[in-house]
């Protein structure tokens, strides 16, 4: 039984890797996806077999429904307008994924530029909270279905509990989304919106192929994951269509790493 039946979801970042995999999840299972990015093609350098097609094309392939619009995930006007187009079309927004994001080459604080901390924050964590708040400014106005007036998933990263090595700023933006998760359960519980997000560990995605094409850093990546393999694109998915769906309907503030025991060990 398909979990999203008759709900719309929408997914910033949905041209590529985790995004794309959310996307095609929340479709596989009835949900018709607003997919928006500042690309309409996935990145080069992914690991999706079908890279030639793009997101929204795949998910009719396979039956779904879907739109793509184009839209900067730190830009306070396009991130209202992948709402409101949710909204025009389908009266209501059931679920937003809040995933677009960038890593910058590894370095340490000192040889890190401004430039690149603004930049980072601004994509990884602004966007976050522009997310959200249009959001939750439409779930709040919609009635309750099934338990919930609406479900937010943040893509977060386990960068967000503990610190990466040579990565500052990134784990500055997504220790940010992890309290900003935290936070808005706390404010929007009682309105029955359901706030969660999503810590993935090192995953196969074009974010991480430098470093997986580093032969010492990809060693480095797989011995501090106990799991004996790295992560892919869709075990985030899976984490995600769980929070978006009933199944995790009291589930409120909660952080899901999805790690292979990166932060367990
Ligand atoms: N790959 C990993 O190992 C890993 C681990 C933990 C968390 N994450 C997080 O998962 C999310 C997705 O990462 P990925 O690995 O799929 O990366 P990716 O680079 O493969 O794909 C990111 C997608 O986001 C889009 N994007 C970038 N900036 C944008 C913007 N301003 N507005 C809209 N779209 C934008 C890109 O065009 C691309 O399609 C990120 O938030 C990332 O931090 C990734």
């Not at 079309?89 to 901390?117: C, K, Q, S, W, Y």
């Not at 998760?181 to 430098?210: K, W, Y």
């Not at 984490?239 to 932060?263: C, E, K, N, P, R």
């Amino acid at each position: 039984m398909a979990r999203l039946k008759g709900q719309t979801a929408a997914v910033t970042g949905s041209s590529s890797g985790n995004g794309r995999a959310i996307a095609l999840a929340l479709a596989a299972e009835g949900a018709h996806v607003v997919c928006s990015d500042i690309r309409k093609s996935a990145r080069e350098g992914g690991y999706e077999t079908n890279t030639g097609q793009d997101t929204d094309d795949v998910i009719r392939a396979n039956g779904g429904t879907a739109e793509y619009l184009d839209a900067d995930a730190s830009k306070a006007a396009d991130v209202q307008a992948v709402v409101d187009r949710a909204v025009q079309a389908f009266g209501r927004l059931d679920v937003m994924v809040n995933n677009a994001g960038i890593l910058n080459a590894p370095h340490n604080i000192v040889d890190e530029t401004e430039e690149e901390f603004d930049r980072t924050i601004l994509i990884n964590g602004k966007s976050v909270w522009l997310g959200c708040k249009s959001a939750l400014a439409q779930m709040r106005r919609q009635d309750v279905v099934d338990g919930t007036r609406g479900r937010i998933v943040n893509i977060a990263s386990i960068g967000g509990l503990v610190g990466l090595p040579l990565a500052p700023a990134y784990c500055a933006a997504k220790g940010a989304v992890v309290n900003l998760t935290r936070q808005l359960a706390v404010d929007f519980s009682a309105e029955r919106i359901n706030v969660n997000a999503v810590c993935p560990g090192f995953l196969h995605t074009a974010m991480l192929r430098p470093l997986l094409e580093t032969p010492e850093l990809n060693l480095a990546l797989r011995g501090t994951t106990p799991w004996p393999d790295l992560g892919h694109a869709e075990d985030v998915a899976k984490a995600v269509v769980f929070l978006a769906s009933g199944d995790a309907s009291w589930a409120s503030g909660t952080i899901l790493t999805i790690d292979g025991g990166y932060t367990a060990s």
